[in-house]
């Protein structure tokens, strides 16, 4: 994925015209569009392609099963125009290396969820975050999911990475992060969504956030 503007779009809307629109309007200010089962489920597979006409996609089924199974649901992904595939860590290396190889060999992404942005990834979550990022570099996935919400997390990930995988950054706006912050803590992009498609103005709003984290990027 190239980054221009340092954001995605979580587009997680449940109706079809309003997804267009959306993407339409904010398509010139956002790096990616992500979409997951709030949109599928209501929506359809054929979202995939139909908005990938306006950005990359990365899909986000949050993929947390046996190799086999991972790869499967991979491959239907791509196959339904994704660029790129969110996938848990907590699985274990095999169910990662399996999505890693498929998405490699048609040139595609794995991300990798570390922490999630939640209080409730406090509970389990944040014990096993480093070593899924570790994991997650061991694996050469594409990059790791960490939360916006606690900027710290992300720079304590971002050592455990180093600079060849990316860090993609839910929890700005609606769950309180900052964009700039998570961009100063060492995430590479920031994925936003309440705070974008329940706007009155989308695209005004995704400008702010792009204008609010140009000169650290
Ligand atoms: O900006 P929001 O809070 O409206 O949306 C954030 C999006 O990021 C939404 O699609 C969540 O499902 C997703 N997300 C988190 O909010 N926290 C996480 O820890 C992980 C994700 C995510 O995208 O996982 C891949």
Redesign the pocket.
Known sequence: MERKTGLIL?L?VTDREEAVKISEKVAGYVDAI?I?YPLVLSTGMDMISKLSEYAPIIA?F?VADIPNTNRLICEQVFKAGADAV?VQGFTGHDSLEAAVKLAKEQNKDI?V?T????PG?LDFMQDVGEGIAKMAADAKASGV?A?ATRPERVTEIRKIIGSELSI?S??????GGTASDVIKAGADWV?????IYQSEDPAMAAKKLVDEMKEFI
């Open positions: 979580a997680d992500k997951g986000d949050k969110i991300y969820v922490e999630m942005s939640h990834a999911v939360p993609i839910p929890g700005v706006g609606a769950q994925i936003v969504g309440r705070s």
